[in-house]
């Protein structure tokens, strides 16, 4: 059974920095994409970051220069490291997986989901 299990969420003021984790079991994705979403209450499920099995990475814009995804296939984890944030970006973070190298930014393509994680910035 594939599991993915985040952690790191929680509570930051504004300007600060969490980093989230997220560690996959039942299944190797070494050559697989993996990506984080986030989704707000009555909102669609939004892509934040995807990085593909060699480490091409694609942010949305509204995180470019503020977040970094990365990987450690040894590992079985992918992690984002945010910076610099912002009330704006409180809300549930998904981790995803998906067996093909390509990261596409369209969150109905992953197939492997984590139980999301909540960040919360105060202002």
């Known amino acids: 059974q594939v599991q993915l299990v985040e952690s790191g969420g929680g509570l930051v003021q504004a300007g600060g920095s969490l980093r989230l984790s997220c560690a996959a079991s039942?299944?190797?994705?070494?050559?697989?994409?993996m990506g984080w979403f986030r989704q707000a209450p009555g909102k669609e499920r939004e892509f934040v970051a995807v990085?593909?099995?060699?480490?091409?990475?694609t942010y949305t814009d509204s995180v470019k220069g503020r977040f970094t995804i990365s990987r450690d296939n040894a590992k079985n984890t992918v992690y984002l490291q945010m910076d610099r944030l912002k009330p704006e970006d409180t809300t549930v973070y998904y981790c995803?997986?998906?067996?093909?190298?390509?990261?596409?930014?369209?969150?109905?393509?992953?197939?492997?989901w984590g139980q999301g994680t909540q960040v919360t910035v105060s202002s």
């Open positions: 039942g299944r190797t994705f070494s050559r697989g994409a």
């Open positions: 990085i593909t099995w060699v480490g091409g990475r």
């Open positions: 995803a997986a998906r067996m093909a190298p390509t990261a596409t930014t369209d969150y109905e393509s992953y197939t492997f």
